[in-house]
């Protein structure tokens, strides 16, 4: 054949194959795998795939391909990873860091090669309001507000002397600042054990000695299951009441620590009885493939991989567009399992606050029964620092 | 010109062009991988020098490399961002923790010097765990890397110029350490290895070089630490812990103990091995786990380190 | 009635530390191993009596279960491997152990998967009991700090007053002459590694259920073990013992009281972190220092005694003692 066909030919095919590639849509998933705090990993792993799969393995109405890692709890490895998915996997969204830690060592690597990162967890302060970036969404909350939350029951409750447990690390430093920002009773300590520490000896024992009204905790993962099981086995007295979110209260938790948290009272933002269609038909798809409830982990994933599918068809599938992508997601318009749901001006969800109490299921099963609203069309107390839009 | 001054050239000039291949492959992420490898060289040969050619069985190496790091990290955050301040100050500040750690560990021997130094580094680590302004735990990121001010014709701050000013150095510090092992001073670090209280009885100051060995090789172990801050533009109290400093001796052995390629050869295997079987299973440990106990088992009947230098003590 | 709780902390975890450095220090000073995998028998006593307790529903069962397991395996180990080590240089011995550390914890990994296992408070010792006044304490914990002193005794008694501890004194001093005399030296060495494996065991499966059973939770302890070592004296029981309640009350004090002391003069967080920071210096610290002062630990054996001459029972022996000889 003459040069021009078999210029054009090739001209042709290397448009077929730039076209083929770029309709397929890459997420990296990197989470939390093993260890200790692999808990809420797992889950997030699973609510993922769920979506995925209910998908039919076309998010967005693009062909996908799930990359799943595991971030080994550890900054500096999670960061090469983020490396690996972000350079050699090509990823175009990643998503599902669960400890504010690990999120701000890998996120920058996403971010700085003009991708998205889409946090299905983690919200610390820094990304919601100066460093926010317009790559950097969230389909969870800000780190403060559950905990801001709590805060806020607590003052209504009436709680005169409070303590606080918190891990720390970023995550824990926000969750102290979220309670303070709405209690206005006294905080008679603050307690940090270190992140991933499984031993409370030292701070129950300090607990014991002030004998507060009220102890708030923040623990995550294996943290708080310890943590629950070690203070009841102390036979702390019953005037300490405990209080926490749903990081330390959730299904998660639940099949660990079994009755140690019966009764517990938390702050959350979504529980296996929240009343949407949603909600209802992901915990029914969750419990028929995966025999167990969703934690709050898992319906964030889920959500995180819906609001992708929603932008991606927006865009009409140019998935190889980041800027196009990044505006589709922050006009997000997805529905939530949660039900009501945002984007604030910092790509932060601005949603409602619940207060739940642990209580026992039909079929005997633990869970979170939603008892009132706490915080209403809540954003976060960063937003007004975020100057790009 | 000998087969192996033939082979290193080839090596080079492949090392020197390869760049260019993987770019316009489009496999760039390859490019850090090699330079994470030549990191790990130049920090597997500083050991080599003491633990291959002095004997000193030191477990807390990797804190040279966390210093150094961590040294130009701190200056980062403070607003010093030219390599020409920041790489010194770090290896400044390398050389004075060895010559402190150094001095106290040195005074003992054997099994004790060992626990000793893992102590010490242990140490550093939880210093640097403490020290919540810097990171912590958490790490430590720096925003940009540190510039020579010639970006305009060596772009250090984008990964090939980056890529080619550690194969610069790397190569620089192996012929150092060549000419060290093959100089005086490097005789006599062999002898003190072979029978330290022969060459204390014939009067050498014994404690004095093994000082001086330690810290030049925690320089370089330090100097390390500064690229592999760079490259990464992160860095966290875990390259301190005392398994790194048992990779980096793993690394050590598998690549030759107490010969002059040991560094470069271990890092290539041991990274690329890394790389290699983490594509077929996250269980890589296992293989090497197995690969590392056959090859001890395997020097068990004689564990031999070279007497490649070729002259004989007897001219001592 | 603070300090009476954290004091009951500290003793926990000198014991149970005592219990892990106690195999340590019997094989580095017996047989001149060092034996970097020790840690991977502690993560095995707590995985295998977690998985006995699973299978068999019953925390004792699990524990006896546990403990048999890590004889037999640590013999295995010893017959297998170990004793290829025993006339091998350090490094060789460290290098070895090393590439154990490796292979047991991928298969770990590989056999039970990544997740940490379950494993509770058996229900007979979930409650607390009443100390001193109001306060309460754990069942559990304060079952394993009667459990660490038992063992203790236990092996003090047979070091020093029975026939087996006379044969393992003896046979790290001269090898060939008690041979001669008809003690299979061979078995005895099998026999030390074993006993060292099921102390390390025990010490993992009973801090599992207030920790977590996952891989790698041997590591974290090892290198307090090794100071613990170190310190006491490489070989000596009683010296493992005082150096563990050393060890293991600077950190513990440390951690409890430090974030307190410096939270009067520094914000919440950074003492939180600065204190168990600078309770784990201490540690080594006091390790370096007691280096310096006695560079063979505290009561290595044929140690002159620390105790003042007219405290002393028997007159103080040669101080030219190598490593390699064990004592009570």
Redesign the interface.
Same mark, same amino acid.
């Given at each position: 054949m003459n040069r021009i066909t078999r210029w054009s030919l090739s001209f042709l095919a290397c448009m077929g194959m730039v076209a083929a590639s770029a309709a397929e849509l890459r997420i990296g998933v990197m989470t939390t795998l093993s260890g200790a705090q692999a808990v809420p990993g797992v889950d997030m792993r699973d609510g993922i795939e769920l979506a995925v799969k209910q998908l039919s393995g076309k998010v967005g109405g693009q062909q996908t391909q799930l990359i799943v890692a595991?971030d080994q709890f550890?900054?500096?490895a999670a960061?090469?990873i983020a490396?690996?998915l972000v350079?050699?996997d090509k990823v175009q969204v990643l998503t599902g860091i669960i400890y504010s830690?690990i999120l701000?060592?890998a996120a920058?690597v996403a971010l700085e090669s003009g991708g998205i990162y889409l946090s299905s967890n983690a919200g610390p302060s820094q990304y919601a309001g100066e460093q926010c970036d317009s790559g950097f969404f969230s389909v969870s909350w800000q780190n403060d507000a559950v905990h801001e939350a709590a805060g806020k029951y607590a003052n209504d409750k009436g709680y005169k002397r409070v303590l606080l447990v918190a891990p720390?690390?970023?995550a824990g430093r926000d969750a102290t600042t979220g309670f303070r920002r709405f209690f206005k009773g006294e905080v008679i300590d603050e307690l940090y054990p270190?992140?991933g520490q499984l031993d409370f000896a030292v701070e129950i024992a300090r607990l014991r000695e002030q004998k507060p009204d009220a102890v708030y905790f923040f623990l995550p993962g294996g943290m708080g299951i310890n943590f629950a099981k070690q203070y009841r086995a102390a036979g702390i007295p019953e005037k300490s009441i405990l209080l926490t979110s749903q990081f330390s209260a959730d299904q998660d938790t639940f099949a660990a620590s079994g009755d140690a948290m019966l009764g517990i009272y938390n702050t959350g933002h979504w529980s296996t009885d929240t009343d949407t269609a949603e909600s209802r038909e992901f915990v029914a798809a969750f419990e028929k493939a995966y025999g167990r409830l969703p934690s709050f982990y898992a319906s964030q994933g889920y959500d995180a991989i819906m609001m992708v599918d929603a932008a991606v068809r927006a865009i009409g599938g140019n998935v190889d567009d980041p800027k196009a992508l990044r505006k589709a997601l922050s006009d997000s318009k997805f529905k939530s399992v949660r039900g009501k749901f945002s984007l604030g001006t910092n790509r932060f969800p601005v949603q409602d606050f619940f207060l739940r109490v642990v209580s026992r299921d039909a079929k005997g099963r633990l869970y979170n029964k939603t008892e009132s609203l706490v915080l209403s069309n809540h954003s976060d107390a960063y937003a007004t620092a975020c100057k790009q839009r | 010109m000998n087969r192996g001054l033939i082979a290193v050239i080839v090596a080079g000039l492949g090392l020197l062009v390869l760049p260019m291949v993987l770019v316009s492959m489009g496999?760039? +992420?390859y490019l850090?991988l090699l330079t994470r490898i030549m990191i790990y060289a130049l920090a597997a040969t500083s050991l080599n020098l003491i633990?291959g050619y002095g004997g000193m069985?030191s +477990?807390g190496h990797a804190a040279f490399l966390g210093i150094g790091g961590y040294a130009v990290a701190i200056a980062a955050q403070h607003g010093i961002g030219t390599a020409w301040v920041a790489w010194p100050m770090a290896l400044g500040a390398v050389a004075l923790f060895a010559t402190v750690i150094g001095a106290?560990s040195l005074r003992?021997q *054997?099994?004790?010097f060992?626990?000793?130094t893992?102590?010490?580094a242990?140490?550093v680590y939880?210093?640097f765990?403490?020290?919540?302004?810097y990171g912590?735990?958490? *790490?430590l990121?720096m925003s940009r890397r540190s510039s020579f001010g010639w970006e305009a014709w060596w772009p250090t701050r984008g990964d090939t110029g980056f890529y080619y000013l550690v194969l610069a150095l790397l190569a620089l510090a192996l012929l150092c350490a060549h000419r060290l092992v093959r100089s005086h001073f490097g005789r006599v670090l062999i002898g003190v290895r072979e029978n330290e209280a022969r060459m204390s009885t014939i009067g050498y100051p014994v404690y004095r070089y093994k000082l001086a060995a330690f810290v030049i090789a925690a320089v370089l172990c330090g100097l390390a630490g500064v690229l592999n801050v760079e490259l990464?533009r +992160?860095?966290?109290p875990?390259?301190m812990h005392?398994?790194q400093s048992?990779m980096l001796?793993?690394i050590v052995?598998v690549g030759g103990l107490g010969r002059p390629w040991a560094g470069v050869v271990g890092a290539t295997v041991f990274l690329g091995l890394e790389e290699v079987l983490s594509h077929y299973t996250?269980?890589w440990?296992?293989p090497?786990?197995?690969l590392?106990?056959a090859l001890?088992?395997a020097?068990?009947a004689g564990?031999r380190l070279p007497r490649d230098t070729g002259k004989s003590l007897q001219h001592v | 009635m603070l300090w009476i709780e954290q004091l009951l902390n500290g003793l926990q975890y000198s014991l149970m530390l005592f219990l892990f450095a106690a195999g340590l220090t019997l094989v580095f000073g017996i047989m001149n191993l060092?034996n970097?995998a020790h840690g991977s028998l502690y993560m095995l006593g707590a995985y295998s009596a977690a998985t006995v307790t699973a299978l068999s529903g019953s925390y004792a069962i699990g524990l006896l279960g546990a403990l048999v397991f890590m004889g037999l395996f640590g013999a295995l180990l010893e017959i297998v491997l170990i004793r290829?080590?025993y006339r091998? =240089?350090?490094?060789?011995q460290?290098?070895?152990t090393?590439?154990?550390?490796?292979?047991f914890?991928?298969?770990v990994?590989?056999v039970w998967g990544v997740q940490p296992l379950r494993y509770d408070i058996p229900a007979a010792l979930s409650g607390s009991v009443s100390i001193v006044g109001d306060l309460r304490y754990s069942a559990y914990r304060l079952a394993t700090i009667a459990a660490g002193v038992v063992v203790a005794l236990l092996l003090y008694w047979m070091v020093s007053r029975t026939r087996v501890g006379m044969w393992v004194r003896a046979g790290a001093s001269n090898r060939e002459m008690v041979q001669m005399m008809g003690v299979n030296v061979r078995r005895l060495f099998t026999a030390i590694f074993s006993l060292g494996a099921v102390l390390s065991g025990l010490a993992g499966a009973a801090l599992a259920p207030l920790m977590s059973v996952q891989v790698g939770m041997g590591?974290e302890v090892l290198?307090l073990a090794?100071?613990v070592v170190?310190v006491g004296g490489?070989g000596s029981i009683r010296g493992a013992f005082i150096a563990a309640l050393l060890v293991g009350m600077v950190d513990s004090m440390g951690r409890a009281w430090l974030p307190g002391l410096l939270g009067a003069v520094l914000p919440a967080?950074?003492a939180s =972190?600065?204190g168990?920071?600078?309770a784990?210096?201490s540690v080594?610290?006091l390790?370096?220092v007691v280096?310096m002062v006695r560079?063979m630990g505290l009561f290595f054996p044929g140690a002159p005694s620390l105790l003042p001459k007219w405290l002393r029972r028997h007159p103080p022996m040669a101080a030219n003692a190598a490593?390699g000889r064990a004592s009570a």
């Open positions: 595991d550890n900054p500096g960061k090469q490396e690996r350079k050699k830690n701000l060592a920058p720390n690390y970023p270190k992140l | 496999q760039g +992420f850090g633990l069985v +477990f106290i003992t *054997g099994v004790h060992l626990m000793i893992l102590a010490l242990q140490m939880y210093v765990v403490s020290l919540r302004g912590g735990d958490d *790490g990121s990464n +992160f860095i966290s875990s390259v005392w398994s048992g001796m793993v052995i996250e269980r440990q296992l090497l786990g197995l590392l106990l001890v088992l020097r068990v564990w | 060092v970097l290829r080590l091998q =240089d350090h490094l060789t460290v290098l070895a090393f590439a154990l550390i490796l292979i914890n991928e298969s990994r590989i590591e290198i090794f100071v170190v490489v967080h950074i =972190d600065l168990p920071a600078l784990s210096m080594y610290l390790m370096a280096l560079p490593p």
